[in-house]
């Protein structure tokens, strides 16, 4: 189908025919006037002899080229004016192509410019003749005019798109919603910039019915203040002439496609419309389980008309946004089932404790109905003491919420009888080991006295505690731990081991489980890394840092179990004697501890006045700390006192756990220790060594310049 030949006709001489081998071409075989079949598809035939060159073509195929018949001279030249040379440079490779080739027939489209320079497609196909030798002499065939063909071919790949990209927001849309699991995470689906453009619409506005009522739970663009912010429409009787209650009793969906038909519908739309910009919409049923659960609006901004592909489409997202509504719905309602369950069998209310200040915080896991054993407790001791608990129950269902709330009240009541940790533990081993149950659990207790600054703890099986000194220095205390409650009294090991560390003031515990620091994803010392980043980070006041704790923490993705955390602060200030007296707990595990403690005493001595004493106040406190450190198995405290009578002195304490006495010993000229209490009888004006109950304390004492005691 080539209406336009090469520049010049092949030499078929050359070929190794001569132009007598060629089948005679009367003229009558040649077109003259149009076929009456092609001009009823609109086609024009040519005939073109590759002897002689001369080239006939019909009526329609001249109006193709947009020729006259005397601007035809049956010569392909005559062509050119109208084709462009790069079209008729590859019109030329598909002829010649054909021909060399021994081909049956060609097809190419092309472009041609008529007569006033519009451009204009066209398509020629033709078939090759051919003598008794196989050389070619003859091509006949038809030309059209192709620009209908291929913009309806054009609108056929543009709808195909269209189908392509509405069929891909369809299954987006859906796979974003399989994923949501509260009304909260489908609405934020919905109308971030992405629900949006899968919509196709400028403004959304989703209703959920609640009773007789429609309450409208999200919108995209909210008016001005002027119109009371949709409040006169977020929450509406189904019975209102509104479009989104219309649509949940109608159960049928509504497109308008223009601003004058949607007033004229609803005539309380006018304000928000005008202010808003809306000229079209789509009002949607919800519905799920032959159950109305809502309507979802759609906004244009401009008119249209909606097709039958934007109806189905917008059809088809409003059942998947039904769907997972009603999953949603049922989630929520299972985690408020579970999450108040387990709230009742928690503490209603913290006993007041003296010397200090706690916060705790729970948060229920984030699967459904699922219920967890996490818990925490805080028990009110004789003697001003007070004991945290913080622990969890093997599982996540009622059972494990049902063996937390019986192994809780046990521990109380141990607590209570006022056995020491040890005891405490191992007998809530033994009730858990006697229960009907196949589940174990893990805990920490700890026994704080918040005049000494005293801890004393037990561990089963569960994470250890973190301490944040002053304001932000955080530190991991060994505590030595023994197997899970329940497991421990099965294998006859239920002694737990007791560990006592020292909260200095200000200081801050914290008692967690493991929902805190594990993530899906994520390696559990990873986890405690971010936890102590957060704990020293955060505010002084526990309740703060509390919320500043959930804030960091609780928010990450892959935090889905349950989790307690309990944060317990001896006060800064623990009694009206404290600018003239300071206390400080150092611990074996800390090495910062003896920097701090440094820092801390030079301070004090300053504000009272003793800069002077200060270097061998300062060298006889490393010296003392550093023997119960090293020659103890615990820490040690230091207690450093500005006493007025009979003379002004610093009076300098240091207490530890062991009932071995130290010794003065004679150290030769290149020993490398041992001079600790010669330093001490040297620098001090008076020392000695006092037993203390599980214990022992050196002091020593240095009088103030200018005192009596000078």
């Given at each position: 189908?080539?209406?336009?030949?090469?520049?010049?006709?092949?030499?078929?001489?050359?070929?190794?025919?001569?132009?007598?081998?060629?089948?005679?071409?009367?003229?009558?075989?040649?077109?003259?006037?149009?076929?009456?079949?092609?001009?009823?598809?609109?086609?024009?035939?040519?005939?073109?002899?590759?002897?002689?060159?001369?080239?006939?073509?019909?009526?329609?195929?001249?109006?193709?080229?947009?020729?006259?018949?005397?601007?035809?001279?049956?010569?392909?030249?005559?062509?050119?004016?109208?084709?462009?040379?790069?079209?008729?440079?590859?019109?030329?490779?598909?002829?010649?192509?054909?021909?060399?080739?021994?081909?049956?027939?060609?097809?190419?489209?092309?472009?041609?410019?008529?007569?006033?320079?519009?451009?204009?497609?066209?398509?020629?196909?033709?078939?090759?003749?051919?003598?008794?030798?196989?050389?070619?002499?003859?091509?006949?065939?038809?030309?059209?005019?192709?620009?209908?063909?291929?913009?309806?071919?054009?609108?056929?790949?543009?709808?195909?798109?269209?189908?392509?990209?509405?069929?891909?927001?369809?299954?987006?849309?859906?796979?974003?919603?399989?994923?949501?699991?509260?009304?909260?995470?489908?609405?934020?689906?919905?109308?971030?910039?992405?629900?949006?453009?899968?919509?196709?619409?400028?403004?959304?506005?989703?209703?959920?019915?609640?009773?007789?009522?429609?309450?409208?739970?999200?919108?995209?663009?909210?008016?001005?203040?002027?119109?009371?912010?949709?409040?006169?429409?977020?929450?509406?009787?189904?019975?209102?002439?509104?479009?989104?209650?219309?649509?949940?009793?109608?159960?049928?969906?509504?497109?308008?496609?223009?601003?004058?038909?949607?007033?004229?519908?609803?005539?309380?739309?006018?304000?928000?419309?005008?202010?808003?910009?809306?000229?079209?919409?789509?009002?949607?049923?919800?519905?799920?389980?032959?159950?109305?659960?809502?309507?979802?609006?759609?906004?244009?901004?401009?008119?249209?008309?909606?097709?039958?592909?934007?109806?189905?489409?917008?059809?088809?997202?409003?059942?998947?946004?039904?769907?997972?509504?009603?999953?949603?719905?049922?989630?929520?309602?299972?985690?408020?089932?579970?999450?108040?369950?387990?709230?009742?069998?928690?503490?209603?209310?913290?006993?007041?404790?003296?010397?200090?200040?706690?916060?705790?915080?729970?948060?229920?896991?984030?699967?459904?109905?699922?219920?967890?054993?996490?818990?925490?407790?805080?028990?009110?001791?004789?003697?001003?003491?007070?004991?945290?608990?913080?622990?969890?129950?093997?599982?996540?269902?009622?059972?494990?919420?049902?063996?937390?709330?019986?192994?809780?009240?046990?521990?109380?009541?141990?607590?209570?009888?006022?056995?020491?940790?040890?005891?405490?533990?191992?007998?809530?081993?033994?009730?858990?080991?006697?229960?009907?149950?196949?589940?174990?659990?893990?805990?920490?207790?700890?026994?704080?006295?918040?005049?000494?600054?005293?801890?004393?703890?037990?561990?089963?099986?569960?994470?250890?505690?973190?301490?944040?000194?002053?304001?932000?220095?955080?530190?991991?205390?060994?505590?030595?731990?023994?197997?899970?409650?329940?497991?421990?009294?099965?294998?006859?090991?239920?002694?737990y081991p007791e560990t006592r560390l020292d909260l200095n003031p200000g200081d801050t515990l914290l008692l967690c489980t493991d929902g805190l620091v594990e993530h899906r994803g994520q390696d559990i010392s990873e986890g405690l890394d971010a936890l102590a980043r957060a704990l020293g980070s955060g505010p002084v006041d526990p309740e703060e840092l509390a919320d500043h704790l959930s804030a960091r923490l609780l928010g990450k993705t892959g935090a889905d179990d349950d989790m307690a955390f309990l944060l317990l602060r001896r006060a800064a200030v623990p009694g009206e004697s404290a600018s003239r007296r300071m206390v400080q707990h150092i611990h074996q595990a800390d090495p910062e501890g003896l920097v701090e403690t440094r820092t801390m005493l030079r301070q004090a001595l300053a504000a009272w006045g003793a800069v002077a004493l200060s270097g061998?106040?300062?060298?006889?406190?490393?010296?003392?700390?550093?023997?119960?450190?090293?020659?103890?198995?615990?820490?040690?405290?230091?207690?450093?006192?500005?006493?007025?009578?009979?003379?002004?002195?610093?009076?300098?304490?240091?207490?530890?756990?062991?009932?071995?006495?130290?010794?003065?010993?004679?150290?030769?000229?290149?020993?490398?220790?041992?001079?600790?209490?010669?330093?001490?009888?040297?620098?001090?004006?008076?020392?000695?060594?006092?037993?203390?109950?599980?214990?022992?304390?050196?002091?020593?004492?240095?009088?103030?310049?200018?005192?009596?005691?000078?």
């Amino acid at each position: 189908m080539a209406d336009l030949p090469p520049s010049s006709p092949p030499d078929r001489t050359a070929a190794g025919a001569s132009p007598a081998a060629s089948p005679a071409t009367p003229a009558e075989a040649r077109p003259t006037a149009a076929n009456d079949r092609l001009v009823l598809n609109g086609m024009g035939s040519f005939d073109w002899d590759l002897d002689t060159g001369t080239y006939h073509l019909d009526e329609v195929g001249l109006r193709v080229f947009d020729l006259r018949a005397d601007e035809f001279d049956g010569l392909a030249t005559s062509l050119t004016s109208r084709v462009p040379p790069e079209e008729s440079a590859q019109l030329d490779e598909t002829v010649t192509r054909a021909l060399d080739g021994g081909e049956l027939t060609f097809a190419a489209y092309f472009r041609l410019h008529c007569r006033d320079g519009t451009p204009r497609w066209a398509h020629t196909q033709g078939r090759v003749l051919r003598d008794a030798h196989g050389h070619p002499y003859r091509i006949v065939g038809i030309v059209r005019n192709a620009e209908e063909e291929l913009a309806h071919a054009a609108g056929m790949r543009t709808l195909a798109a269209d189908r392509r990209r509405q069929t891909d927001s369809v299954r987006i849309t859906t796979d974003a919603l399989a994923r949501a699991l509260t009304v909260r995470d489908v609405t934020a689906v919905l109308t971030d910039d992405e629900g949006l453009r899968r919509f196709g619409a400028d403004g959304l506005a989703l209703g959920l019915t609640d009773g007789g009522m429609l309450r409208l739970v999200a919108v995209t663009t909210q008016p001005s203040p002027a119109l009371k912010a949709l409040d006169d429409l977020s929450l509406t009787s189904l019975d209102d002439q509104l479009p989104l209650a219309e649509a949940v009793l109608s159960r049928r969906p509504r497109f308008i496609g223009s601003e004058e038909e949607l007033i004229a519908r609803y005539p309380r739309l006018l304000p928000y419309a005008e202010q808003m910009g809306i000229r079209a919409a789509a009002f949607l049923p919800l519905a799920a389980q032959a159950r109305a659960i809502g309507a979802l609006g759609l906004y244009y901004r401009d008119r249209r008309q909606f097709s039958t592909e934007d109806r189905n489409i917008c059809i088809a997202l409003a059942s998947a946004v039904a769907q997972s509504l009603q999953r949603a719905m049922l989630f929520d309602q299972e985690r408020e089932f579970a999450t108040t369950l387990q709230t009742t069998m928690l503490p209603r209310r913290l006993p007041e404790i003296s010397g200090g200040s706690v916060a705790v915080r729970y948060r229920a896991g984030r699967s459904g109905r699922e219920v967890g054993g996490d818990w925490y407790d805080v028990v009110a001791l004789p003697r001003r003491r007070v004991a945290l608990i913080v622990g969890d129950v093997e599982g996540h269902d009622s059972h494990a919420a049902a063996v937390m709330g019986q192994l809780r009240i046990a521990l109380r009541a141990y607590s209570a009888e006022g056995h020491i940790p040890s005891t405490v533990m191992a007998r809530a081993s033994r009730f858990l080991a006697d229960l009907d149950t196949d589940r174990s659990a893990t805990c920490v207790y700890a026994e704080a006295d918040l005049e000494t600054g005293t801890l004393r703890l037990v561990r089963a099986g569960h994470l250890e505690p973190l301490v944040r000194h002053g304001r932000h220095r955080v530190s991991g205390p060994s505590v030595r731990g023994g197997l899970p409650l329940g497991v421990a009294t099965v294998f006859g090991q239920d002694e737990y081991p007791e560990t006592r560390l020292d909260l200095n003031p200000g200081d801050t515990l914290l008692l967690c489980t493991d929902g805190l620091v594990e993530h899906r994803g994520q390696d559990i010392s990873e986890g405690l890394d971010a936890l102590a980043r957060a704990l020293g980070s955060g505010p002084v006041d526990p309740e703060e840092l509390a919320d500043h704790l959930s804030a960091r923490l609780l928010g990450k993705t892959g935090a889905d179990d349950d989790m307690a955390f309990l944060l317990l602060r001896r006060a800064a200030v623990p009694g009206e004697s404290a600018s003239r007296r300071m206390v400080q707990h150092i611990h074996q595990a800390d090495p910062e501890g003896l920097v701090e403690t440094r820092t801390m005493l030079r301070q004090a001595l300053a504000a009272w006045g003793a800069v002077a004493l200060s270097g061998d106040i300062e060298l006889v406190t490393d010296e003392l700390l550093t023997n119960a450190l090293v020659h103890t198995d615990g820490g040690a405290i230091l207690t450093v006192e500005l006493l007025p009578a009979p003379a002004l002195r610093i009076h300098l304490d240091v207490q530890d756990r062991s009932s071995a006495w130290p010794r003065r010993r004679e150290p030769g000229e290149t020993a490398t220790s041992g001079r600790g209490l010669l330093l001490v009888d040297a620098l001090a004006t008076n020392w000695g060594v006092e037993p203390r109950g599980t214990g022992k304390s050196v002091w020593c004492e240095f009088p103030l310049p200018g005192s009596d005691g000078g």
